[in-house]
């Protein structure tokens, strides 16, 4: 098997390829204006081909990926975006946002470890995103100077006592998009988020811990733009609880949820219109400057940055049945194709994330199933 390094030299002698660099630690092929993605995943497919090499791989385009960041900063200018790295801790992507603006949300010490070990960001543009941390977590992020945390019980308030120096404490709330594809509300979230809120901003005040904002996540895949104005109305609320309390609110932090793509059901433009009027609403700029405004998006940056190429390894005739579950089909000619990736592997997102992946030929070779062109899988 051919290392990347010994692929991108043999790439650099295509004519699309401008020059080849290095980024992150990685070799970063520099193709011509006017290379598209699939122009790329061609030309990398027939080169592989050519070489007798059939392996699956991954591209990313870095001015997809910072031309989603622009289109943050276009769309929600007030939201300052901390990108999850939990998503995808590829060190391309990362250093891209890094270099752009973006501060990141971690939720383990390994997660901060891969941060700041890089030097992308300093400990001031991390947000410890885990309302139940381990304790020697705490510790290992008081001893790298990372101060914001969530919480949402009391426990974790003890916790972060004993462990953590100079905390600064953003206590995360109970909002959830029913339609969302993974409702993070039933693991995270305090519950009812004004009563319990004020419970834990009160417990906060009395151990001394600075609390300096709310946080809340309507959920992975959010489908209704209302649950983040809700979110919205509710840390204003709290923000003013909070200060009564005697607590510095000074960050308001609305979570992740965002589409890597729009699709019929989910749009950005409108999360962001709604996004933006809340803020005006409860958090109007000229009341509000000195509050820093943060989000986690994760697919939002990531998912149209990555193309996979994969072979069809195999195609089986069978009855339609057997891929549709409907008897009525029985009689019915069906293909199943065979790829050389699967769900343990770049397709585990059908079984984590409920994704629906939808392909495309990109090219045939001699190799190639002769039904191949009869139909494909969704």
Known sequence: MKSIKEKL?????????????ELAGKKVAIFHDG????????????????????????????????????????????????????????????KVLADAGCGFDCASDEEINQTLGKKLTTAENIIYANPVKQRSFIGYADKLGVRKMTFDNVEELDKIREMHN??????????????????????FGCDPPLENGKEL???????????????FHVGSRAHDPQSYCRGI?????????????GHQMRLLDIGGGYPGFDTEKISFDRMAQAI???????????????????????????????????????ATKVPASRITKNNEDKDKE?????????????????????????GQELLITKHSPEDSSKTYPQ
């Open 9 to 21: 030299l043999h790439l650099h002698k295509l004519d699309e390829v401008l020059r080849v660099e």
């Open 35 to 94: 290379v598209g993605v699939q122009d790329m995943l061609q030309l990398i497919a027939e080169s592989e081909n050519a070489q007798g090499n059939d392996e699956a791989f991954t591209i990313v385009n870095l001015t997809t990926c910072y031309n989603k960041y622009e289109e943050w900063c276009r769309k929600i200018p007030r939201i300052q975006s901390f990108y999850a790295i939990k998503c995808n801790n590829d060190p391309l992507i990362a």
């Open 166 to 187: 100079k905390p600064e404490l953003v206590l995360r709330i109970r909002v959830d998009d029913p339609a969302a594809e993974n409702n993070l509300g039933v693991k």
């Open 201 to 215: 901003l009160t417990a906060a005040q009395t151990m001394k811990l600075p609390v300096i904002g709310i946080a």
């Open 233 to 245: 109305m509710f840390a204003r609320r709290l923000f003013d609880i909070g200060t009564q309390l």
């Open 276 to 314: 933006n009027g809340a803020l005006d609403e409860y958090f109007p700029a000229k009341d509000f400057g000195h509050v820093r405004m943060i989000s986690e998006p994760g697919r939002f940056f990531a998912s149209t940055a990555y193309s996979l190429m994969v072979n069809v390894i195999g």
């Open 334 to 358: 069906g293909y199943m194709y065979y790829l050389n990736d699967g769900c343990h592997g770049s397709f585990n997102s059908i079984v984590y994330d409920h994704s629906h992946p939808h």
